[in-house]
Nanobody
Framework: QVQLVESGGGLVQPGGSLRLSCAAS????????MGWYRQAPGKQRELVAA???????NYADSVKGRFTISRDNAKNTVYLQMNSLKPEDTAVYYC?????????WGQGTQVTVSS
């Protein structure tokens, strides 16, 4: 059972930056997707950014040009660098891993963008 541990959320002013981290409890081999989703109050969970089928990446239109997903395979960690943050980015951000027909989720980390 893979465990995902997120960190890096917090309160930031509009225009600011945050970096989220998601550490997997073990090295992941084979074909998988791994990335970030978010859920704002009263809204459905949505994809933010993810690695798909190797090194390909997929971003939500609302974050393109502002957010960047990256990873450190040696640390089993995926990052989400968030720049030019807006109040509408406020949400709980969840790390997700899909591997061998299993889907794993982290506990979530709160990101609040407010002045």
């Amino acid at each position: 059972q893979v465990q995902l541990v997120e960190s890096g959320g917090g309160l930031v002013q509009p225009g600011g930056s945050l970096r989220l981290s998601c550490a997997a409890s073990e090295r992941i081999f084979g074909i998988y997707t791994m990335g970030w989703y978010r859920q704002a109050p009263g809204k459905q969970r949505e994809l933010v950014a993810a690695f798909t089928s190797g090194i390909s990446t997929n971003y939500a239109d609302s974050v393109k040009g502002r957010f960047t997903i990256s990873r450190d395979n040696a640390k089993n960690t995926v990052y989400l660098q968030m720049n030019s943050l807006k109040p509408e980015d406020t949400a709980v951000y969840y790390c997700n891993l899909n591997h061998n027909r299993n889907s794993y989720w982290g506990q979530g980390t709160q990101v609040t963008v407010s002045s």
